[in-house]
């Protein structure tokens, strides 16, 4: 199952110490208290590429012998560089370093772990339920949850019909008087970008942004957009898969035919593999509105017993795609899920027995069902 993790944390050194300590190693397997704390590869790394990594996908400030860092991490993130991070931290305390870096899931699943460095030395804590009430309200953690929720809905912002979907009231816009409007339009005209002030536009800033730049983009330069789609796509399996993942979805159609149904497949594996995000809906529904011929196709490729163990209520919802779009992708594969579900769930149902939800696997037991019979019914088929 996905979760998120909240990653936040200041270290401050000696300034003299400070370059000696980036030209460093952070070194996992030189510690052995790590109990939970991210995942278990203890390769080590240059600090300086730890500290590239972690400004690439969180918030990192640097200056006057401290440096300060606070984000958001998807599950595989957080397994890849959480003690990686915490080791660039740890190795300061023989210069004289001394500060803490907190790791707290806030959603998808309770946990967290506090690293403290001192000049004596440095340690891992596991976070009690005092201490991870204490971290879930800190304001560092109140900010990450702001962002978040920014970020969401500013990509909401241009689809009311999603915000509707998922239950969420999105801010009312005031109507603008005859006066205002001739102005706005006045000034996009003159604000009319060029093919190069567009292209830069597509590297950098917010994802709503950058989709709106390829899209005006594809106007004036239907190759050079294509090329950026095609970067867009690429950056989907790199780690800071959120933004990628927005400017992706808005993108879809505009990648080049040949290349669209690779990334119709990433979005429903991202679908399945990170389904606490908040970005999963609005993927579905991009899955649903998709024009590419094969979506259909793809979608129910990814309905498998892999999928359905690791996260049945996505599975559900790419269920509920193809019944959006009439549409049944692979017609054997359903009806089997129709016919046997109690198969379909074979590898789920340990997951539900070891958490005492025996009653939740019997509601899906029959809700997964029903959900490809109204797939078959959808695209004209008997059930």
Known sequence: MGYDVAVYGSLSLPKKAMAEWRAGTADPGAHDDWGHLGGTDPTPHPIASALERMGALAELSEGDGKVTVEGLLSKDPYIDHARVW??????????????????????????????????????????????????????????????????????????????????????????????????????????????????????????????????????????ATESIALEWLQELDNDNWREAAMRTMNAIDLLPEIVQPEGIAILCREALRRGSTGVDDQIFHVLSRCAHPDTATIVASHITHEAIAESV????????????????????????????????LALAKPWFLERGAEASYAQWLELLPSKARKVLEAAGLEA
């Open 86 to 223: 915490a080791a660039a931290f740890r190795a300061a305390a023989p210069l004289g370093g001394k500060g803490s870096l907190t790791f707290i899931a806030i959603e998808g699943a309770r946990f967290g772990h506090r690293v403290e460095v001192t000049p004596k030395g440095s340690h891992v804590a596991e976070l009690d339920e005092a201490g991870l009430g204490a971290a879930d309200k800190s304001p560092e953690v109140a900010r990450i949850k702001v962002k978040m929720d920014a970020l969401l809905m500013e990509a909401l912002a241009d689809d009311p019909a999603l915000a509707e979907m998922m239950g969420i009231t999105l801010p009312s816009k005031k109507k603008a008087s005859k006066k205002t409007a001739t102005k706005k339009k006045t000034a996009k005209k003159k604000a009319a970008r060029s093919r190069d002030e567009l292209i830069a536009a597509t590297r950098e800033g917010k994802s709503k942004d950058r989709s709106k730049a390829l899209t005006e983009l594809a106007a004036l330069d239907p190759r």
């Open 313 to 344: 209520g996505q599975t559900s919802d790419l269920l509920k795609v193809l019944a959006n779009r009439g549409e049944v992708g692979d017609e054997a594969k359903i009806r089997s899920l129709v016919d046997d579900p109690e198969g379909w």
